[in-house]
């Protein structure tokens, strides 16, 4: 493991620059807090987008990994423990966010979409296509590597794999002993409008927001708790990460 400083959070000015020296690549978590059922941490895209970005970054042996983001789009708006934002405001953030990664002597930004989907890869894609048409700065916008790990335990949101990379993460924040398959029922706030969370959406993704937010039931794994092992979750976080920063070395060139 390298004994370089890795997170912007604990470099110092003259850290900062030697860092992006050594390799002009940002490393941006993108996680939102919302419902993961009742056995994980409401926070869970935001800490493993985290501990993936930095293992990433050890992998390389470089790179700076920023803060992640839980300014993030739809969603599972209202469902209980999420906070969503209008992709009419994430994609202003995308776009300032680059403009100052810029400004700070990045060369390449790999942009770590741990809460995935259609509505918040528009939302940080968008405005990264925008920017390279008058930046010689190169961004990369994914969710995942564009080949899945063999090691792979299935399962989306808030299933398997999602409760390996946590796992391994934060510990804290998982809770095997609490799940329950039969437990179905989605809790929600109620009074919540789809035509607000939308906002600044192409509108063919209009009609999957509502379909979410509508959403009165959750189908989970039956045998969730025997995959999720410290050995598989170790497999697979490792895979993950493996195969994730092979692309971002090919990205950088390096």
């Known amino acids: 493991m390298s004994n370089r400083l890795l997170h912007w959070t604990l470099m110092t000015p003259e850290e900062l620059d030697a860092a992006i020296s050594r390799l002009p690549l940002a490393l941006v978590p993108c996680g939102s807090l919302e419902w993961h059922g009742q056995y994980l941490a409401t926070g869970c895209d935001y800490l493993r987008g985290e501990a993936i970005c930095a293992a990433v970054a050890e992998r390389l042996d470089g790179g700076v990994v920023l803060p992640p983001l839980y300014t993030t789009a739809p969603g599972f708006c209202n469902w209980r423990g999420s906070i969503s934002f209008t992709p009419e405001l994430v994609k202003r953030i995308a776009a300032e966010l680059y403009r100052e990664l810029e400004k700070c002597g990045f060369g390449y930004v790999f942009m770590h979409l741990a809460h995935a989907g259609a ?136």
Request: aromatic letters at 8%; hydrophobic letters at 35%; charged letters at 35%.
């Open 119 to 254: 509505m918040q890869d528009e939302s940080f894609r968008e405005p990264a296509e925008e920017f390279m048409r008058h930046s010689d700065m190169r961004i990369m916008v994914a969710a995942g590597p564009r080949t899945q790990p063999e090691e792979r335990l299935g399962g989306g949101h808030a299933q398997a794999e999602e409760a390996a990379e946590l796992l391994l993460s934060e510990p804290r924040a998982v809770h095997l002993d609490r799940y329950d398959r039969t437990d179905t029922r989605l809790p929600k706030y109620e009074g919540c409008d789809p035509a607000l969370y939308y906002r600044g959406l192409s509108e063919q993704l209009h009609q999957p927001v509502r379909d979410f937010m509508a959403a009165d039931g959750w189908q989970w794994q039956a045998d969730l708790v025997e995959r999720v092992t410290p050995d598989a979750a170790q497999r697979y976080f490792d895979a993950t990460r493996d195969a994730l920063a092979e692309e971002v070395r090919e990205f950088v060139g390096r």
